[in-house]
């Protein structure tokens, strides 16, 4: 409805656009023909009276005619009368320019393009070919005129009917492009309205049936808003609490709870509103035969008929005498339950199931979104072999921390010792199963002030805000020495171990610093022997160096 609105928009501002210039038209012949009969004039005028006197009375019953076929919203039926009005009133006004060819041939071509916004399609060739019979019987009658131009383009009347021929194809193509964006502007609006009428048809099989206008206008309202503010919101705890929220005000139910299904199948209560719910329903909920496990088993909604007999003892407890349960779920997953309360019995009727029911489908895939998108955002903050921080997530945690704070900055970059050797001799598959035992050694030793990052290849670095040097390489080592201690084995069953050598520096002048401070102590690690932990002294020297050396066996 809202295509043909829009189209009936557009063809009433032709249709006044049309009225307005008609009008004009009259008036400006009325002042003109008085101004000849009170005026003085010259011969030509005064031959040329009587004429403009019929141009005047004729655009005067046009306008009459026009003024009937809008009010009583006729023009659809009677376009053809209209549009030979239309043409006729040009026709005599261009009969006034004398020649064949003259200034006012610009009045048809606004009159074919202010014909694209058709009353009916086609009505642009109509038009197009009752212009060219106008011009056409404009040329006949005005062609013996030509005589006066011989002294400008001589006696010869090929010239002359040269330019009759051009405005004769001008016209044409003028047609012919107004009738083609006619056309495509017809059938942009009848697909739109085709998908209009599909979508509209979907809703009535939902929650339009049996509803009044009043509560088809304000839950429609209602669910624009619905609409919005789910597109906008992304956090998974604020939607679903204005949600419930929104779900109350729509039932007048006595409370709303959403209850979110994890990944292992426990169901966890993710929002509420209303009055006070029951302590223990968390609890409650996940008995095998509660009505919520009921509606995720099954994914259809429920309401107190098909409850326990001890579940409606339960409720009855709280006094709750009715209640409704609708899955939240999409094509591939099952997400969760919304649970809806009331005082009153039986107070859930089918107009409210059948919204719920839509309410349900749009939060569903709004939950799934808000949940990719945390996922998306995990994984764009973590490197996906070894389930440790990336450098995007490092360029975050270092915005928040160099902003926040003036304290130290402590660094610390782990490289394998002869990593490369690994991939060469036993292929990429165990290189990466190193990797990872290496990751989970670092993530064991991360806290809420600390954090693991695979910086690149085998090179990993620890960021820390609360440790001096002698606490960091006391981690250091003890990071060193359960790397050493680890036991790997080749696909073909040989054993071998790596070592890893640790830089540490600590700088409160900005992570580049302490980073580059970092990578100096690591390599003087490498250039000692690998298998060592120093730390960087500003001169080079180092607050401790471990001695031991547990060689590479690949």
């Known amino acids: 409805m809202m295509v043909q609105h829009t189209e009936n928009g557009k063809v009433q501002l032709r249709l006044k656009i049309s009225l307005k210039l008609h009008q004009l038209n009259s008036l400006l012949f009325l002042l003109l023909v008085c101004a000849l009969a009170f ?3 010259g011969p030509y005028p005064l031959s040329l009276r009587p004429y403009l006197t019929f141009v005047l009375l004729f655009s005067v019953v046009g306008v009459i005619v026009k003024e009937a076929l809008y009010n009583r919203q006729l023009y659809s039926r009677y376009f053809w009368l209209i549009d030979l009005i239309d043409v006729a009133t040009v026709s005599f006004i261009y009969h006034l320019g004398f020649f064949s060819v003259n200034f006012l041939l610009v009045l048809y071509f606004f009159l074919i393009f202010l014909s694209i916004r058709e009353f009916i399609p086609g009505e642009t060739c109509y038009i197009t ?5 106008g011009f056409g019987i404009n040329a006949v009658l005005l062609w013996p005129n030509y005589q006066l131009l011989a002294p400008v383009y001589g006696p010869g009347l090929f010239l002359y009917g040269f330019f009759i021929g051009s405005a004769f194809v001008s016209l044409v193509l003028v047609g012919i492009f107004a009738y083609f964006y006619a056309k495509s502007d017809f059938q942009l609006a009848r697909h739109l309205q085709q998908m209009l009428d599909e979508k509209e048809a979907a809703l009535k099989e939902t929650y339009l049936t049996h509803a009044n206008l009043e509560e088809k206008y304000a839950f429609a309202y209602t669910l624009t808003l619905i609409q919005q503010f789910l597109l906008e919101e992304m956090d998974e705890t604020n939607l679903l609490t204005r949600i419930t929220d929104i779900i109350q005000g729509i039932a ?6 959403i209850f979110s299904l994890d990944k292992d199948n426990t169901l966890r209560l993710a929002a509420s509103s209303g009055k006070q719910l029951p302590p223990d329903l968390p609890e ?17 909604i429920h309401n107190e008929e098909s409850a326990s007999f001890a579940e409606r003892k339960y409720w009855a407890e709280h006094n709750i005498n009715s209640l409704i349960t609708i899955p939240l779920s999409t094509k591939n997953n099952k997400l969760g339950v919304i649970l809806v309360t009331n005082a009153q019995s039986f107070s859930f009727d089918q107009d409210q199931q059948e919204q719920l029911m839509i309410i349900a489908n749009q939060v569903s895939l709004a939950l799934e979104n808000t949940r990719l998108h945390k996922e998306t955002k995990l994984m764009a903050w973590h490197d996906s072999l070894t389930g440790l921080y990336n450098r995007n997530y490092l360029n975050i945690f270092l915005s ?21 050797v690994v991939n060469d001799t036993y292929g990429h598959t165990t290189g ?3 990797l990872k035992k290496l990751a989970s050694v670092l993530t064991k030793h991360t806290s809420p002030g600390r954090i693991a990052v695979r910086y690149g290849g085998e090179e990993f670095i620890m960021l820390d805000l609360n440790s001096s040097a002698e606490e960091l390489y006391a981690l250091g080592e003890q990071i060193r020495k359960e790397v050493a201690a680890l036991k790997f084995w080749t696909t073909a069953g040989e054993e071998f171990s790596i070592t ?7 700088d409160h002048t900005g992570f580049d610093n302490v980073f580059s401070k970092a990578d100096i102590a690591l390599y003087q690690a490498k250039n000692q022997g690998r298998n060592q932990v120093v730390v960087y002294g500003g001169e080079g020297d180092e607050v401790g160096v471990a001695e031991e050396e547990t060689p590479c066996r690949p």
């Open 400 to 420: 928040i921390v160099e902003d926040s704070t003036n304290n130290r900055l402590g660094c610390m970059i782990f490289d394998l010792d002869h990593f490369k």
């Open 284 to 300: 409650f909920v996940q008995r095998p035969d509660s009505l919520v496990a009921l509606t995720i088993k099954s994914q259809s």
């Open 432 to 434: 990466d199963v190193v």
């Open 129 to 133: 070919l009752l212009s060219l019979v």
């Open 252 to 257: 007048g139910s006595y409370s709303c709870a």
């Open 39 to 41: 005026g003085k004039a």
């Open 500 to 506: 890893v050598s640790c830089g540490i520096a600590l």
